[in-house]
């Protein structure tokens, strides 16, 4: 069973800092792309960051300068380092998987970051 776990949202002041982090399981094929996605209340889905197996990375220019996406490949892992937050990211932070072969994706179930100005 194929489970994507995030953690690490939550409340924070404007200015401060969060880690989100992605732990995955039971996925059987190599992962290419890695990446967090968020959702606000009537807003659609929108790519935060994304990086390759490779290192590649890709920012949404709202966030450039201000989020560091990295992975762990040997425990297929994903994190967000979150700075200078703004209220304006506040949202569900999903995290996504697609694997290299067959481009099969995965969700996580999203986790909340509140930020309060």
């Known amino acids: 069973q194929v489970q994507l776990v995030e953690s690490g949202g939550g409340l924070v002041q404007a200015g401060g800092s969060l880690r989100l982090s992605c732990s995955t399981s039971?996925?059987?094929?190599?992962?290419?792309?890695m990446g967090w996605y968020r959702q606000a209340p009537g807003k659609q889905r929108e790519l935060v960051a994304s990086i390759t197996s490779g290192g590649i990375t890709d920012y949404a220019d709202s966030v450039k300068g201000r989020f560091a996406i990295s992975r762990d490949n040997a425990k297929n892992t994903v994190y967000l380092q979150m700075n200078s937050l703004k209220p304006e990211d506040t949202a569900d932070y999903y995290c996504h998987v697609r694997t290299l072969a067959y481009n099969r994706n995965y969700w996580g179930k999203g986790t909340l970051v509140t930020v309060s100005s």
């Open positions: 039971g996925i059987i094929f190599s992962i290419d792309v």
